[in-house]
């Protein structure tokens, strides 16, 4: 019985430290607050800046340290106050790459020190364009009780012209348009736009929604996963239905149908983006779902299967094949899934790149794409003799239509022999459109009405 005895306690700080890595932060910025919670996010518990699972413990003499058990291999993390925003930078105040830890299962120990806090020091320059703004750091979500910062991005020229534009609702806010405030890198969404506008694109508005921090994965899916929360995912896409998407078009010069409002994410913003356009298809006609975390929960597969799929959505499916786990089989899944419940070909794109990783510069890099594939469809609920017919031609500066007034209100677009969309308004209640801002040359143009399209001729 003494042997015995004895041979469980031996065992004991064995088994005790068996599987388990201990990280200690030895040293932290001077600028940190005494009272000051730090957190660790990254691969072990899915990028959550402020889980309460894995906040550091403070001990007698000013050492932060965290002991978990995270599954074999590489562990990338970052240390965060609770938010990206208060995630930790050089001492400067700059961006740093994801810390990483060789973790082979065994029992191990990493003494670490934390240089400084993003956006503390003054060589952190914001990177958003002039057509980027702030619409509010506290818009109210009623279905929530809670606050969030609203990002904006207008046109190049928004402030000049009378046009209405389509309108992206995307997640993740902080990462979209300037890297101060993005935890991995941005998406450069604004550098994109101002790029595609200067080659002849029509524009777009883009609201973007800062991401909840330690309620991010809550909000971004409508089904619980028992280990990392979720089932909010209704209240937080009826607030951008509801009370955030009615705002900005009251405030702001918007194409407001289906066919010109996107929604669009990756990742945890992907599974929520897919889920919005299944659940309001009459408000999201665009969907762009970037590395979506369909493994979150099973429940995003039967939702398009028991919802189906409306002839008139259009969604953009992407994924690397370097970003581990099933990511690219989870895409082919959910494809084969909307095709099975109703979807055509023709209203699905399907990505996969040999170099692309969970990462803001694969999203970034393929963000232009997408925009240009959503928005270049244009879909009809008329059959072939219920559409009504249109005549146009040229009178100056202007384009004149002959046909059904009830034409007056949808987007009109010109485009060249070769594709490229040089125009986009709304046709108004006078049936024509003013193209003097253009100086067109001689020749063929491309003129589109709702689905319908017209050869135009320009002489001079």
Partial sequence: MIKVWLTIVLLLPFLAGFGQLTIRVTSVPSNTSPEAEIFIAGTMNNWNPGSPAYKLEKDSTGVYLITFTPSAGNVKFKFTRGTWESVEGTAQGTFIPDRVISYNGAAKTVDLTIAGWEGSGNSNPSTASPQVSILTDTFYIPQLNRKRKIWLYLPKDYSTSSHSYPVLYMHDGQNLFDKKTSFSGEWKIDESLDSMFLKGDFGSIVVGIDNGGSNRLNEYSPWINPQYGGGQGDEY????????????????????????????????GGLISMYAGIQYPEVFGRVGA????????????KQVSDTGVKGTSYFYL?????????????????????????????????????DGKHSEWYWAREFPKAYKWLFEKKTSGLSEKEKPKIGVYFDGSLVMIKGDQSLSGKAVMLFDTMGKRIYRDVLGQDMSIDISCLSLAPGVYIFRLGDQNVKLFLYH
Avoid: C
Avoid at 290 to 301: I, L, N, R, V
Avoid at 348 to 354: D, V
């Fill in 237 to 268: 896409i009826d607030f951008i239905v509801q009370t955030l998407k009615p705002y900005i078009d009251d405030k702001f010069r918007t194409l407001q149908d289906k066919d010109n409002t996107a929604i669009f994410g990756s990742s945890m």
């Fill in 318 to 354: 992407l994924a690397g094949e370097q970003e581990g786990g099933q990511q690219t089989g989870d895409m082919e899944k959910m494809y084969q899934t909307l095709l099975l419940a109703g979807a055509s070909t023709d209203q699905l794109s399907k990505t996969a790149h040999a």
């Fill in 290 to 301: 970037f590395s979506s975390s369909y493994w979150f929960s099973g429940e995003s597969y």
